[in-house]
């Protein structure tokens, strides 16, 4: 009977029990005395690979003499079974106790030990043994080395070991494609595809090629080749795979070409929670909040169980909408199911507060969350900076640096706008010089542009303008609109004018810079000016999105648009509105004809300022919601100074709390006073 055939048969079926009665034989039959090497080995190989690290490594310890095998046996069940640290160990403890040195399947083992582990000067030590040794030429050494690289996020020295001898395999490019994409740096990505289509045939693609390809190119937004690789993967036969099918999905919605993406779902024949997460990521990527929670009534209907990151997309989709009934449930479902607490759900269901104007519910949700992580700390800061909390923002800032949390690109750009907020200029500008700089962050243009913000914010026009001039970046439409919009606040029409020509050269069809322009003209009266701003309109055939408002109300969502009558109620909505305006006269509102944009008569203008979106909204909100209830409104386009000015006298009037979103940040209307101090 050939006892070591039957541990090899033990080993290939996972049977543990069958290779225990082996072992037992092997000790009555006296074949397992301590010098017995090769069955020592054979046992220990089957422990390791059945998943018993205890019983192996007691194996092991009481050898009195191991050879190459028997450390290579160990080392690759501690690495398998997801204990790499160990192997690390193991490896100096060869050298010093045996003086063996690594072949080339223990060096294999060390260097994806290091890939596990993050460890990259001792996979750099492996790379030098590996070049003094000759063993870096054999090829699964090569792809563990390039797989170490890739997973440390060095990709140069990845390409590097990519390129010497002997010739990258379909494995090698899996590593350094799948290391791209982890690391999200793409400037290498050309270089790799262009070797891997000279070097591996597409037949030699596996799954793991293919779902690399398509995260790939969903990150490029490379539409075409896309295209081309899925047809390389139908013709390969693998796209019936889940997990390529799933990529494909992911790769289509990533490109915005949500037609093809639909068409590849639809024909998967197979989808688990997997699937769907991405095709309601890809509407989420998409701005299709509400495919995205339709689709996920239809998962539910299959019986498909979510997971943390499809309710991570669900909470983000009703944020994008501020769908808070819809939100509410989605909250009430991970309660129950004991998922709130998972970091990547408590950052979703604290942006969706913060999107829905429920701020200080957020703040709860933060403070509740056991592990935060630097999302979390982003979430807050910038939620209170969306909502004008400036103070509140900085402080939780304080906090973060207290808790030793590492700050972010994005945790500066929240930062600077709280400095705007609370007009702290000084301050500002030592985080952008100093602060960041001590992190390790380069400033980028989002940073400056809330420079220009915080100067334009306090007055400062000249400055901001000098700012923009001294520094050399390449300011970007944003940045100029930033400065505009100052200038149209601090009613500096004649370098607002000039900002808006820069604009206006840069992007011609910019239908927010035009109505701003046709603002300033109006409020200086030159309405011949207006009058040449919407001919520009007009010849360029310069389309203005329609302002739309609406509300929820018990989980029903009210759509207005300006001088709407088709709302079911709309006669006693525009009753309940001239009611309101009739009565907020008397506390000092004075209606704002210049946001009426039309050379007519001071009555026509008041007449089509009235029913604009957000006060039909406002008024069915007051007609429906009970006394002293929060109303929250959202806004698709910038709330226009003369509803602006009506919510602040309505919110006094009726005693109300008045949240409104419109597409810059929250306005919060209390007693007569907006959060935004009138800056928006």
Not at 385 to 403: K, P, T, W, Y
Not at 532 to 546: A, D, H, Q, S
Not at 619 to 638: C, D, E, G, Q, S
Request: with cysteine; charged share 25%; proline share 2%.
């Amino acid at each position: 009977m050939d006892l070591q055939k039957l541990l090899k048969a033990a080993v290939g079926a996972k049977n543990l029990k069958f290779g225990k009665s082996i072992h037992a034989h092997l000790v009555v039959s006296s074949q397992f005395s301590r010098d017995r090497v090769i069955e020592r080995n054979s046992v220990i190989n089957l422990y390791s690979k059945c998943g018993d690290m205890s019983s192996a490594r007691q194996l092991f310890d009481k050898m009195r003499k191991k050879n190459i095998v028997s450390w290579g046996s160990i080392m690759a069940g501690y690495l398998h079974h997801g204990r790499a640290s160990e192997v690390i160990e193991l490896c100096r403890n060869m050298f010093t106790e045996d003086k063996l040195c690594p072949n080339r399947y223990i060096l294999a083992t060390v260097l994806s030990s290091c890939s596990h582990c993050g460890l990259l000067d001792e996979g750099k030590q492996c790379h030098g043994y590996g070049l003094k040794s000759g063993l870096i030429f054999h090829q699964y050494v090569k792809n563990a080395l390039v797989y170490m690289y890739s997973m440390c996020s060095d990709i140069k020295e990845a390409i590097s070991v990519l390129n010497s001898p002997p010739r990258s395999d379909i494995c090698t490019y899996n590593s350094v494609l799948n290391g791209i994409l982890v690391r999200g740096d793409l400037t290498e990505a050309w270089y790799v595809l262009h070797r891997m289509m000279v070097e591996c045939k597409y037949d030699a693609w596996d799954i793991i090629t293919c779902v690399n390809l398509f995260g790939i190119c969903g990150r490029l937004k490379d539409l075409i080749l896309g295209k081309q690789v899925h047809c390389r993967v139908i013709k390969t036969g693998v796209d019936c795979n889940l997990f390529v099918g799933s990529a494909t999905v992911d790769m289509y919605g990533k490109s915005g070409e949500i037609s093809y993406m639909r068409k590849v779902f639809d024909s998967l024949q197979t989808k688990n929670e997997v699937t769907w997460t991405a095709i309601l990521t890809a509407y989420l990527q998409n701005e299709f909040f509400e495919e995205a929670l339709k689709q996920f009534l239809q998962m539910d209907l299959e019986k498909v169980v979510p997971n943390e990151y499809t309710f991570a997309v669900l909470l983000n989709s009703c944020a994008g909408i501020s769908a808070l009934g819809y939100g509410n449930s989605l909250h009430a479902r991970l309660e129950k199911i004991g998922m709130k607490d998972d970091t990547v759900v408590a950052n979703a269901l604290i942006h969706m507060s913060v999107r829905c104007g429920l701020i200080e519910e957020a703040n709860i949700l933060f403070r509740n969350t056991s592990h935060r992580d630097v999302i979390s700390w982003n979430l807050m800061i910038s939620g209170y900076s969306f909502h004008g909390l400036g103070e509140e923002a900085l402080n939780v800032f304080q906090e973060m640096l207290v808790a030793k949390q590492k700050p972010s690109y994005v945790t500066f750009v929240a930062v600077l706008s709280a400095c705007g907020f609370t007009g702290r200029i000084d301050e500002g500008f030592h985080y952008l010089n100093h602060t960041m700089r001590e992190f390790g962050i380069e400033p980028g243009l989002e940073h400056y542009t809330c420079i220009v913000g915080l100067l334009g914010r306090a007055g400062k026009l000249k400055e901001a303008m000098d700012f923009m001039g001294s520094n050399p970046i390449k300011w970007d439409v944003v940045a100029w609109r930033t400065l505009l919009n100052a200038c149209n606040v601090h009613q500096d029409y004649v370098l607002g004018n000039r900002v808006a020509k820069i604009v206006l050269n840069m992007n011609p069809n910019d239908v927010g810079t035009c109505i701003l322009m046709s603002n300033m003209h109006a409020k200086s009266k030159r309405w011949d000016k207006v009058v040449g701003v919407r001919k520009f309109i007009r010849e360029r055939n310069i389309k203005k999105e329609p302002g739309l408002s609406w509300t929820e109300i018990k989980n029903d969502t009210h759509v207005f648009a300006s001088d709407d009558n088709v709302h079911a109620e709309s006669v006693q909505i525009r009753n309940k509105v001239r009611e309101m305006l009739s009565e907020i006269r008397a506390l000092g509102y004075v209606p704002d004809v210049f946001s009426e944009l039309h050379d007519v008569e001071e009555e026509q203008k008041e007449d089509g300022l009235s029913y604009h979106s957000e006060k039909l909204a406002i008024a069915y909100a007051l007609m429906k919601t009970p006394p002293l209830a929060p109303i929250r409104v959202m806004k698709n386009l910038r709330m226009c100074d003369d509803c602006h000015s009506a919510a602040k006298f309505i919110s006094k009037l009726t005693n109300r709390t008045i949240v409104v979103r419109d597409v810059n940040r929250f306005h919060s209307f209390k007693d007569g006073i907006c959060s935004c101090a009138d800056y928006w």
